[in-house]
């Protein structure tokens, strides 16, 4: 799976946009970008995934550069409660034994009233 | 709502005691994880099944195991539960096959071994 870069933390101030970078300057061709959020004390939750097309849900949009190396998410009306750790992640969808997640450090999402 | 389950929220056991942590979902996915998650170390596969009576190991295997006797049910057990596992277990599942979708997490067990 390929390597995502992503800042250690970020600030948002509540009702505002939040734009979270990541940088996977070497995925493939198949590779897919994942998103997941994980709020304190709970486990990580699905946000949304893309291949090469943006792509929108109740939650989140996210956006892939033409060139598939960077993605961003957005949250378009940051609230309190979207305070978090994001992880973005690269990967192929594969056969049952290799379909595993490798979470690396993630964004810690702070927003703020 | 599709949920995954975790049988505690928290847990406190002695060094030595056998312990059993317990996962059911009901999406009828193939496959179930478990994952432990510790500060600065991020998410790390303890064990993964893609289907009844089948098991793989992920990357930190040694002092567990795991029992999936029907399909919506995964367990971890530590054998001998040692102060190093003090963590945070998280169970997952997601369909099989070569499809395209995210995991499904529970809420987690805080196991705390003294």
């Known amino acids: 799976d390929a390597k995502t870069t992503q800042p250690t933390s970020m600030d948002c101030a509540e009702g505002r946009a939040a734009n979270l970078p990541c940088n996977h300057s070497?995925?493939?061709?198949?590779?897919?970008v994942y998103w997941y959020r994980q709020i304190h004390s709970q486990g990580p939750q699905y946000i949304i995934h893309g291949l090469k097309n943006n792509e929108t849900n109740e939650m989140a949009s996210l956006i892939i550069t033409e060139d598939r190396k960077s993605s961003t998410l957005i949250l378009p009306h940051a609230t309190l409660r979207d305070t978090a750790v994001y992880y973005c992640?690269?990967?192929?969808?594969?056969?049952?034994?290799?379909?595993?997640?490798?979470f690396g450090g993630g964004t810690r999402l702070m927003v703020k009233p | 709502d599709v949920k995954v389950t975790q049988s505690s929220r928290y847990l406190v056991k002695r060094t030595g005691e056998k312990v059993f942590l317990e996962c059911v979902q009901d999406m009828d996915h193939e496959n179930m994880f478990w994952y432990r998650q510790d500060p600065g170390l991020g998410l790390r596969l303890i064990y993964f099944s893609y289907d009844v009576k089948m098991k793989e190991k992920g990357d930190i295997p040694e002092g567990y195991s795991v029992s999936r006797e029907k399909k919506e049910r995964f367990s971890l057990i530590l054998e001998s539960a040692s102060t190093n596992q003090t963590s945070m277990y998280l169970c997952?599942?997601?369909?099989?096959?070569?499809?395209?979708?995210?995991?499904?997490f529970g809420s987690g067990t805080r196991l705390t071994v003294v």
């Open positions: 070497t995925i493939s061709g198949n590779e897919y």
């Open positions: 992640i690269v990967r192929v969808p594969s056969n049952n034994a290799g379909n595993m997640l490798t």
């Open positions: 997952a599942s997601s369909p099989g096959g070569t499809v395209v979708y995210g995991y499904t």
